[in-house]
């Protein structure tokens, strides 16, 4: 379970994969560049420059693309045609001005997650802060508590908590929750997951693993959103609107 400690996204292989890699913060992008892992070495796939432009790899020219996205700041790419070879660890570096470098570590696996079954099934509305807790019933105590997201294929690290040998706690983030969201997780026994503004990306099965040194539990919760249905209003005034007209 030790890899779920370091891997910010795992994704399952499929014939077309996206590399997810967007900067959740707001400051200039100066550069992006993208590895693939092979053993002690990083094989470059690609790189994107503010100044000198974009490098892709022969390896990855025919079958690699940029993802459109809506901001400048969504630094995805798309692998067509994969195979096993393509199953491994890949890195998105991201530099920024002022800030530095920060990377996201993506892993590709060839089996699939498995069928998880939630304990229970949460609704919130779309921009609403979205609040899980999280109980834990272990007796003794616990030692690292792990959240974790699983939608569409694809399972997101939240948070990674654990106690140090000092007793003291430390607290990371995965990559895409580093920005909008807050976990509290001083008490073992009770963490608390809090998004800051709901959007349909929320989506999914998140589960919370706690661990002590002979046992562990797993408590799973299917999160859904709620649109605020404005399309449809817009849509009903539109088809009143042409049904009073002469």
């Not at 400051?27 to 490098?55: D, F, M, P």
């Not at 899980?132 to 997101?156: E, P």
């Not at 976990?183 to 998140?206: P, R, W």
């Amino acid at each position: 379970f030790e890899l779920e400690e370091i891997v910010d996204t795992t994704l399952i292989l499929r014939s077309t994969i996206t590399l997810d890699c967007k900067y959740p913060g707001n400051e200039t992008v100066i550069q992006i560049h993208w590895a693939k892992v092979n053993g002690s070495l990083e094989e470059v796939i690609c790189t994107i420059h503010r100044s000198y432009g974009n490098y892709i790899s022969q390896k990855y020219m025919s079958r690699l693309s940029y993802v459109v996205g809506n901001s400048s700041l969504d630094l995805s790419i798309t692998l067509r045609e994969t195979s096993k070879v393509d199953i491994g660890i890949y890195v998105c570096y991201v530099t920024v001005f002022p800030t530095g470098t920060m990377k996201k570590v993506i892993a590709v696996q060839g089996d699939d997650f498995g069928h998880i079954l939630p304990s229970s099934h949460q609704v919130f509305k779309e921009n609403s802060k979205i609040t899980l807790n999280f109980q834990n019933t272990l007796s003794g105590d616990v030692n690292k508590v792990i959240v974790q997201k699983f939608a569409k294929g694809k399972m997101s690290l939240v948070t990674y908590c654990k106690n140090s040998k000092h007793g003291r706690k430390s607290l990371s983030y995965g990559f895409d929750f580093i920005k909008r969201s807050f976990v509290n997780c001083s008490d073992f026994q009770n963490v608390t997951l809090k998004i800051h503004q709901a959007a349909i990306m929320d989506e999914g099965i998140y589960q919370c693993h706690f661990w002590s040194d002979d046992k562990n539990q797993t408590i799973s919760v299917n999160v859904h959103i709620q649109t605020t249905g404005k399309v449809i209003i817009y849509l009903s005034i539109h088809y009143l609107l042409e049904y009073l007209t002469p």
